[in-house]
């Protein structure tokens, strides 16, 4: 009899979860047999090769913890997190986990479209497990969860999808476990919704529940987790509080990011080379993608400084200064007066001009602020080959809080050249009792 | 013992899925849960019209011997045909979510069964209306094959819904496989008309135990004999235990392979 091996944390250890020394193997086919020849003759039937995913995981999680799983695609993260929910099984050590696991994997599991929301609760919350007197006592909380009270009876194929994603995560979300295995559904629904889950799921930490958490997006792994662990190559690379996992996470994908763009900018220069030799616009050519959005809200998170761009302008010295003491600065009233001062090289005698752009983002995120020269004065600036760019703000009307200045020098909006993320932080203070995000230039006159 | 524990607690998985596998199956047609009991009653009009209008076997009442053996063959038909797709049929599911992996051949045997339940109903009304009448004593038996029929049943969805996984001609190799056993087994004809020196194979077969004791209680009216019901009791736990076996031992990989 080949029964599951069947593991126990011993009763007095207060442990949720156990992984240990967990390996698995994936079998990769290299060209499975597809043509009829192939199949009858079995060739190539047995071409495969056995790929680690994970190659020896350990950890253990305390009961009402709440661990983050992240590492980019292909880490064997997810792979993890279905072992520990056994729907697959490790070919090496195992997983304990004590009380009841649920996991929300998959949303919506066995809906059926010509079924109303009310019996497609049933259904979904009885493949998690539930008993159908648990299910009565749920449903009202589900169905006021989702918001759905007046389509609760309709067909689920009626629904729009947001609908159905919020019926979907309400049955999931409202099965109570000991365990609660998560793999990147938060991103379900409006704004709103999705703000009500991230409570919820804060709520359910803290009744008590475990919760494993696999996730991109690291600002949740920061919110909720007490632990996260990176996962790299199928191994645990870092561990320990996200505070600090998360910004070495984050910069080991930046500087891979730049060993591929520094990659791209070597070929590139090569077929420059061999093909086009004088042309004066040749690093238009060079395509180095900007970071998109959400990426530059986890730097943001990070709050570390963050370079990127191909160099041929290199920013070398920047600083900040508080016009009313001409010092150089990171403390501000709000009716303070600022002088940012960028001095530059000019590593690419190809390059003759360019455009300098700031960026204000308040620590919150909020974008304040953002302009560039081209915008301002109607053309790009001609570059020296060492050069100073002065930008003076006057007031600063920020108001009080804590700001970031990002900074970059880039050829229109293409290529860029050097973007310094999280350049400076400010504080703004107010001695005053106003209050609010700007400060108008304004006067009474009280007639 | 634990997974019978596992299987209680996931109990209201299987009922769902049965009902939702019952209603969800007419959806959407007109006559809707009707064909439930249409289909059959218009596939024993093709047989009867073959093998007694047209071959004239001379047996009394033949869509009644017929249609007797009839319903608890598609049960088993349905077991083995469908039970193929039970669970690469639920892919998303499989892969998702993890539930225990039984639950899906139970519940889809159940669902088959439920389905023969109500053909019951329509075996009781053409007993009644063909004036054969019924055996109050014999009729106490039923429940016994019905239970017999049914750890068979699910003995032969284990095997062929794990085996499919992992071989996936066996969904169109059962496909033929069904159809020379139903001819194997007498369901068109009596055990009588077999030739003696082939009897022992069909004693073999599991269903020939089976459908001679519905014969019995609902044709002949008679009380099975424990001999019969006997031996298919010990095919059907031999079945049901290489079956849980086989199951048991290829549902780690499922998600892995769909």
Known sequence: MNDIKSCNIESASDNAIEVRTVKKKFKVFFDKGQSLKEIVLFKNRNHYENRWVLKGISFTVKKGEAIGLIGENGCGKSTLLKLMTKIMYPDYGDICIKGRVSSLIELGAGFHPDMSGRENIYINASIFGLTRKEIDNRIQNIIDFSELEEFVDNPVRTYSSGMYMRLAFSVAINVDADVLLIDEILAVGDANFQAKCFNKMREIKSNGTTIAIVSHALNQVEQICDKAYWIKDGIIEEQGEPRTVIPKYMNWIMSKEDRIELKRNEELIEDKNEIIINDKNIESHQEIEELDQDELKEIRKTGQEVEYGNKNIEIVNYKLINLSNNQSSIKFSCEDSAKLEVEYVLNNEMVDEAMFSIAITRSDGVMCYTTNTLIDTGKNISLKKNGRIELFIEPLQLMQGEYIIDISLTKDYGPIYHCICNAIKLSVYNAKSDYGIFKPNHKWIIK | ?258
């Open chain 2, 1 to 258: 013992m634990k997974i019978f524990k596992e299987l209680y607690d996931y109990r209201e998985m299987i009922f769902s899925l049965v009902r939702k596998d019952l209603r969800g199956r007419y959806k959407g047609s007109v006559l809707g849960f009707f064909w439930t009991f249409l289909n059959p009653l218009l596939q024993l009009a093709i047989y009867n019209i073959v093998f007694a209008t047209i071959l004239k076997n001379g047996i009394d009442k033949y869509y009644l011997f017929l249609f007797v053996a009839l319903i608890p063959w598609f049960f088993f038909n349905g077991s083995l045909t469908g039970g193929t797709n039970c669970i690469i049929g639920q892919k998303s599911l499989i892969t998702k979510i993890y539930f225990p992996r039984e639950v899906m051949p139970i519940s889809h045997v159940l669902s088959c069964f439920v389905n023969m339940l109500l053909c019951f109903v329509v075996i009781f009304i053409i007993v009644g209306i063909s004036g054969v009448g019924i055996n109050i004593l014999a009729i106490i038996f039923l429940p016994l094959v019905w239970v017999t029929q049914f750890i068979l049943c699910l003995g032969i969805c284990f095997i062929a819904s794990s085996v499919t996984v992992f071989f996936r001609d066996l969904e169109h190799i059962l496909g033929i496989v069904s159809m020379a056993w139903m001819y194997m087994t007498p369901v068109m004809y009596g055990i009588e008309s077999v030739p003696p020196k082939y009897s022992f194979l069909f004693m073999l077969n599991p269903m020939t135990p089976i459908i001679q004791s519905y014969r019995d209680i609902l044709y002949y009216k008679t009380v099975p004999q424990v001999s019969t019901l006997l031996h298919a009791l010990f095919l059907g736990i031999i079945i049901l235990s290489i079956g849980y076996l086989t199951f048991n031992k290829l549902k780690k990989h499922f998600a892995e392979e769909l």
